[in-house]
């Protein structure tokens, strides 16, 4: 299977070390912490679900350069250097990821707490590329944080930069990248990266799960097999998001053919929680490539239908409650424009299957979804 073949899934650091004030913590970002995590993935399923990726986003950095110019992991938070940190995930059978950025400062830098200005790949990359394959990277999350520090290059040039250096390196790399949808990456980044970012950060809250979502409407067309449109990190069990709330979140991202990337602390999640990022009737209907990433099916508005086409013929399909009091929402074929008329409708929360009848109907709690399997 050729890489990013199908919606990356993974856990990455950077929403886990995020306090309610949107401020890092990187205090706790150490390499015991994303060691537990790791471990943490294995010890729930997540692992065997199919989260694969464990990346080490912003704050692992030193503040300089060593003689020969490389990059260096902070003394004290991860003393020992990244490979050895890369080679004990390799071990639990997980790939590695880091962050990077194409500018000569970090996000980080804005944060007093850091203690030092992380430095990012400017006029580095060929050996930042280099060292990253030393390390046993597989995965670079390359993020154009701080447009003030990128020596007048574009964001096109900074991505293709870094592409190019990838490319020469003895080792596949999936490569991320981010500018927040601020230059409509999805008109270029196919050729550049396997997943683009196409909107500012996601935020635990209701209002940024919804505000992302409507941003996300008109970008089937830019999704593929190896190129993924990335509506930002999970948020599932952060912040206080309600079981319905999450459920919803996740459903949606799954039609969406996100990539999954977990951002919750794996070591203290629930048991809810975990079961959700585990379903594997949701985690197939984000693998499964039909043709076309999900897309809202008819009118925006309180109770909403979001559909994707599947490969077997049928079609996944949340049903959307955005608002505050429970909904009845529903869907015929014709909504759903299928080809061939689905004979059995199978409900991801519960796994019933019933008969299709030409209607969905579903009475949908406040702020929650529901996902149906039409086959």
Same mark, same amino acid.
């Given at each position: 299977?050729?890489?990013?073949?199908?919606?990356?899934?993974?856990?990455?650091?950077?929403?886990?070390?995020?306090?309610?004030?949107?401020?890092?913590?990187?205090?706790?970002?150490?390499?015991?912490?994303?060691?537990?995590?790791?471990?943490?993935?294995?010890?729930?399923?997540?692992?065997?679900?199919?989260?694969?990726?464990?990346?080490?986003?912003?704050?692992?950095?030193?503040?300089?350069?060593?003689?020969?110019?490389?990059?260096?992991?902070?003394?004290?938070?991860?003393?020992?250097?990244?490979?050895?940190?890369?080679?004990?995930?390799?071990?639990?059978?997980?790939?590695?990821?880091?962050?990077?950025?194409?500018?000569?400062?970090?996000?980080?830098?804005?944060?007093?707490?850091?203690?030092?200005?992380?430095?990012?790949?400017?006029?580095?990359?060929?050996?930042?590329?280099?060292?990253?394959?030393?390390?046993?990277?597989?995965?670079?999350?390359?993020?154009?944080?701080?447009?003030?520090?990128?020596?007048?290059?574009?964001?096109?040039?900074?991505?293709?930069?870094?592409?190019?250096?990838?490319?020469?390196?003895?080792?596949?790399?999936?490569?991320?990248?981010?500018?927040?949808? #601020?230059?409509?990456?999805? %008109? +270029? $980044?196919?050729?550049? =990266?396997?997943?683009?970012?196409?909107? *500012?950060?996601?935020?635990? !809250?209701?209002?940024?799960?919804?505000?992302?979502?409507?941003?996300?409407?008109?970008?089937?067309?830019?999704?593929?097999?190896?190129?993924?449109?990335?509506?930002?990190?999970?948020?599932?069990?952060?912040?206080?998001?309600?079981?319905?709330?999450? #459920?919803?979140?996740?459903? %949606? +991202? $799954?039609?969406?053919? =996100?990539?999954?990337?977990?951002?919750? *602390?794996?070591?203290?999640? !629930?048991?809810?929680?975990?079961?959700?990022?585990?379903?594997?009737?949701?985690?197939?209907?984000?693998?499964?490539?039909?043709?076309?990433?999900?897309?809202?099916?008819?009118?925006?508005?309180?109770?909403?239908?979001?559909?994707?086409?599947?490969?077997?013929?049928?079609?996944?399909?949340?049903?959307?409650?955005?608002?505050?009091?429970?909904?009845?929402?529903?869907?015929?074929?014709?909504?759903?424009?299928?080809?061939?008329?689905?004979?059995?409708?199978?409900?991801?929360?519960?796994?019933?299957?019933?008969?299709?009848?030409?209607?969905?109907?579903?009475?949908?709690?406040?702020?929650?979804?529901?996902?149906?399997?039409?086959?």
């Amino acid at each position: 299977m050729a890489l990013a073949d199908r919606p990356l899934l993974g856990w990455n650091s950077w929403n886990c070390f995020l306090t309610a004030e949107e401020r890092a913590d990187f205090t706790g970002l150490t390499a015991e912490a994303i060691l537990g995590c790791a471990q943490a993935l294995v010890d729930s399923g997540m692992r065997d679900a199919g989260y694969e990726y464990v990346v080490l986003d912003d704050g692992w950095q030193a503040d300089h350069r060593d003689s020969t110019g490389r990059l260096l992991a902070h003394p004290t938070r991860f003393p020992d250097g990244i490979a050895p940190l890369a080679e004990q995930i390799h071990a639990l059978g997980l790939r590695f990821g880091l962050y990077a950025v194409p500018g000569s400062l970090t996000c980080a830098q804005q944060y007093d707490d850091y203690g030092g200005a992380p430095l990012g790949s400017l006029n580095h990359e060929e050996l930042d590329a280099q060292t990253f394959a030393e390390w046993g990277v597989d995965f670079l999350k390359y993020d154009w944080c701080r447009a003030d520090h990128n020596d007048g290059l574009t964001a096109i040039d900074a991505f293709t930069r870094m592409r190019r250096e990838l490319d020469r390196i003895d080792r596949p790399v999936a490569y991320a990248i981010s500018e927040y949808g #601020r230059f409509e990456p999805w %008109l +270029w $980044a196919p050729r550049i =990266a396997h997943m683009w970012r196409t909107t *500012d950060d996601l935020l635990p !809250t209701w209002a940024s799960l919804m505000r992302t979502l409507d941003l996300q409407a008109d970008l089937a067309a830019y999704s593929r097999p190896g190129a993924w449109n990335d509506p930002d990190m999970l948020q599932v069990g952060n912040g206080a998001l309600t079981d319905g709330e999450n #459920r919803a979140h996740f459903y %949606l +991202w $799954a039609v969406l053919n =996100a990539p999954l990337i977990a951002g919750n *602390d794996l070591r203290t999640m !629930t048991a809810g929680v975990r079961d959700l990022l585990c379903d594997p009737e949701v985690i197939a209907v984000n693998q499964d490539w039909g043709g076309r990433q999900g897309t809202r099916i008819g009118p925006a508005g309180a109770g909403e239908v979001w559909a994707k086409p599947m490969s077997d013929g049928g079609a996944a399909v949340v049903l959307l409650n955005r608002s505050d009091a429970p909904l009845e929402i529903t869907a015929t074929a014709e909504d759903l424009n299928l080809k061939t008329a689905p004979r059995t409708v199978r409900e991801a929360a519960t796994t019933e299957t019933s008969s299709f009848e030409g209607r969905l109907r579903r009475l949908v709690a406040p702020h929650d979804a529901t996902l149906l399997r039409l086959s």
